[in-house]
């Protein structure tokens, strides 16, 4: 006698089974991308997402790629709102010399800036509330050096981080405030433009330092002495972070000068 034929009773419960271990194991395969490779967020769409999971840090590169993205793919402009705030961006070396003046400056207005503080060396201990915790992952900096440039784009990209911040003032640490900041604050958000100190110097330390390298995207007569202090609206503040060719330029030709690459990429 041949082998007896399956039971036909049997034969229903196998393609629910074969469901069940297709779905088990997709489960498994988001929950493994979901939680060791945070890019899948970008794929699936995920907004509520921590990245990582494990606890790690975002590099510079993916901050700036987030914050870039999200701006360049917003349809619409993001109107200004009562909550609009100001980032200040302090680029220093260990301490905030001024800091109590800031303080005094500050005070009354929480909930209508922003501080971000990049120390390169060290972590400054405060005597304002105002910076206590907001300092940012910080790397040396060399005085006219394209790592000047880093910090600044870094600090930009934590501060973006936050949609309420419009506009981002760099400053350094002997820099003080001239007006209050009511002033301040109603100045710029009624203000569609950026504000930056840059002039032509045809001495040996100013286009005596130009590169032919630069040539063809950064010609001569671009080319500007600028002052590290800025005030820039969120349009070029994204523009800085998704600029790859200035910045590759400056890197690479510009070993003995140093010139604001937002100042040059607002000039051409």
């Not at 002997?174 to 840059?198: E, G, Q, W």
């Amino acid at each position: 006698m041949g082998p007896q034929p399956r039971s036909r009773s049997l034969l229903p419960l196998k393609k629910p089974s074969w469901i069940l271990v297709l779905v088990l194991l997709v489960c498994l395969f988001l929950f493994s991308s979901f939680s060791f490779y945070p890019k899948a967020c970008y794929v699936f769409g995920c907004k509520s997402f921590s990245y990582p999971l494990l606890g790690g840090q975002l590099t510079d590169d993916e901050i700036s790629s987030r914050v870039v993205i999200r701006e360049i793919l917003i349809s619409s402009p993001v109107p200004r709102s009562k909550n609009s705030k100001i980032a200040f961006l302090f680029l220093i070396r260990d301490s905030l010399p001024f800091e109590m003046l800031w303080d005094k400056f500050f005070n009354g207005y929480e909930g209508n800036f922003s501080v971000y503080v990049h120390a390169s060396i060290g972590r400054p201990r405060h005597v304002s509330p105002h910076f206590v915790n907001w300092e940012i992952r910080s790397a040396k900096v060399g005085w006219g050096d394209i790592t000047m440039m880093d910090a600044e784009r870094r600090l930009l990209a934590n501060a973006l981080k936050d949609p309420e911040n419009k506009h981002f003032v760099l400053l350094c640490e002997s820099s003080v405030p001239l007006r209050s900041f009511d002033y301040t604050h109603k100045y710029l958000m009624y203000a569609n433009i950026s504000f930056i100190d840059c002039f032509e110097d045809p001495g040996i330390h100013g286009n005596g330092r130009y590169p032919i390298q630069l040539l063809p995207e950064v010609e001569k007569k671009h080319f500007r002495k600028g002052a590290q202090t800025a005030i820039v609206n969120i349009m070029h503040a994204v523009m800085t972070l998704a600029d790859t060719l200035y910045y590759s330029k400056f890197r690479d030709y510009c070993k003995v000068c140093f010139v604001s690459l937002i100042n040059c990429r607002l000039q051409t």
